[in-house]
């Protein structure tokens, strides 16, 4: 049985620590007996400490959006996972599609963004998914698998087990258009299907999916429904209390 997970993906907003306390002075008592759900947090890394601040005592994890591969050195701009560490983050969200498309990300350097969290127990959430063009023309599936040989290449079963994967149509993200849960629960197969022949029906079993696009309070429970829906990454509607914890409370009983 595989426990639900949401992750609250604040982007470039709640930056400002003051922004964060608002949020999570509401948030954290609504959600504090919540038991059977994960929730990780994800500010800009500016909100980080104060997070971190917020949420202790609780079962809430906090995240990183990003993190650079190496621990330390000459690398102006770049976040070292072990400060991240060090900090009390638990989480790095890796490969995220604005992270790609925007940053020219690539699956060679997601790959070892990847190794390096596992290496030092950061809990990688890894993104992948398809462009709109690539589900009109019937590309998804080869994209997806394409994504996961590269981004996940060099794992070991041990490694698998511990990351998490957010699958995100790229179509889908902050457009108010969400894959329907036919959609996603299909891909979400597919993804574990990949595992299993990969490594084995246990590992499969046992790595959490997460879906992420668009997710809101009136969406959510249809897709955590689904079987093979371990979850979610939530963007724009994880910048609001009320609704971030109705999205949490839609994955209790899944
Ligand atoms: C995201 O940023 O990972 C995301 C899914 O955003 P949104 O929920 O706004 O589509």
Redesign the pocket.
Known sequence: MRKPIIGA?W?MYRGVPSEAEEILRELVPKVIDIKNVDIVIAPPYTSIIKTIELIKNTSIKVGAQNMYYEEKGAFTGEISPLFLKKIGCEYV?LG???RRNIFNETDELINKKVKKALEIDLTPIV?IGEHLDERENGKTKGVIEKQFEMTFDGLNQEDMIKLII?Y?PIW????GKTATPEQAEEIHMFIRKIIEDKYNKDTAERVRIQY????KPSNARELFSKANIDG???????LQAESLYQIIKSAENY
């Open positions: 993906n982007k969200i995220h599609s604005e993104c957010a995100e889908a993200i902050g457009t992420g696009g668009s997710i979610g990454l939530v963007g724009g509607a994880s």
